[in-house]
């Protein structure tokens, strides 16, 4: 009788055991499957990692940061609302980060001061 008591705990323990084997690898492989996906959901403006080996001096940033979200869009946007103007005045545009409106005033105003009669003489 006291042999069928043991064999029953022996059963229980290896049942139990079974269920932490199969919640550890749950647990293994939603680690290893899922969290890769959420984490990239989490980190979604950071595409490309910088390399800390080529960090200059006296800056924050290294040689491989990529720019800015948006920055070859709002250089289009420049160049597509001053067709006529050269690249000096897209690069101030663009250092100053004017919007697409404030580069269609500044260019209008550019246009006016070159229509004007010049008063000199």
Same mark, same amino acid.
């Given at each position: 009788?006291?042999?069928?008591?043991?064999?029953?705990?022996? #059963?229980?323990?290896?049942?139990? !055991? /079974?269920? *932490? =084997?199969?919640? &550890?690898?749950?647990?293994? $492989?939603?680690? #290893?499957?899922?969290?890769?996906? !959420? /984490?990239? *959901? =989490?980190?979604? &403006?950071?595409?490309?990692? $910088?390399?800390?080996?080529?960090?200059?001096?006296?800056?924050?940033?290294?040689?491989?940061?990529?720019?800015?979200?948006?920055?070859?869009?709002?250089?289009?946007?420049?160049?597509?609302?001053?067709?006529?103007?050269?690249?000096?005045?897209?690069?101030?545009?663009?250092?100053?980060?004017?919007?697409?409106?404030?580069?269609?005033?500044?260019?209008?105003?550019?246009?006016?001061?070159?229509?004007?009669?010049?008063?000199?003489?």
């Amino acid at each position: 009788m006291l042999i069928a008591g043991i064999e029953l705990d022996l #059963s229980a323990i290896g049942g139990l !055991v /079974k269920y *932490l =084997l199969v919640a &550890g690898l749950f647990g293994i $492989s939603a680690y #290893s499957l899922v969290w890769p996906s !959420v /984490k990239k *959901l =989490l980190n979604k &403006g950071d595409e490309r990692p $910088s390399n800390p080996e080529f960090k200059r001096e006296g800056t924050d940033r290294c040689s491989d940061t990529p720019p800015p979200k948006g920055f070859a869009e709002h250089l289009q946007i420049i160049e597509t609302t001053a067709p006529n103007a050269d690249t000096t005045v897209w690069w101030k545009y663009a250092k100053a980060e004017l919007t697409e409106a404030e580069v269609a005033i500044a260019e209008a105003k550019l246009a006016r001061k070159s229509s004007e009669p010049s008063t000199e003489g």
